[in-house]
């Protein structure tokens, strides 16, 4: 098992940024891909971005092209999502998502999401 505890939403103006952590526990030898996944009210859940644990190649979902930056660091055990000039339509509860290499594309383990909300 793995267990994945998010920190650092809240409440941020329009243009403003913040920084999501994601802090990994358990098997973290198990972990092939790390992803950050949104759900805003009323909507599907929708992926924003996934990082390698190995080779650290990212993949960015296209609300977060240019805005987003993901980064990990293996000795800590820790995803950190950068977010530069938020939207309100990045208002949503965030989600840190980790996956083994066998149930990849889908993702076995779930934070329990930290909020944004994005004020204009």
């Known amino acids: 098992q793995v267990q994945l505890v998010e920190s650092g939403g809240g409440l941020v103006q329009a243009g403003g940024s913040l920084r999501l952590s994601c802090a990994a526990s358990?098997?973290?030898?198990?972990?092939?891909?790390m992803g950050w996944f949104r759900q805003a009210p009323g909507k599907k859940r929708e992926f924003v971005v996934r990082?390698?644990?190995?080779?650290?190649?990212?993949d960015y979902g296209d609300s977060a092209k240019g805005r987003f930056t993901i980064s990990r660091d293996n000795a800590r055990n820790t995803v950190t999502l950068e977010m530069n000039n938020l939207k309100p339509e990045d208002t949503a509860v965030y989600y840190c998502?980790?996956?083994?290499?066998?149930?990849?594309?889908?993702?076995?383990?779930w934070g329990q999401g930290t909020q944004v909300t994005v004020s204009s």
């Open positions: 998502a980790a996956t083994r290499a066998s149930s990849w594309p889908e993702y076995d383990y």
């Open positions: 358990g098997r973290i030898f198990s972990i092939y891909t």
């Open positions: 990082i390698s644990w190995s080779t650290g190649r990212i």
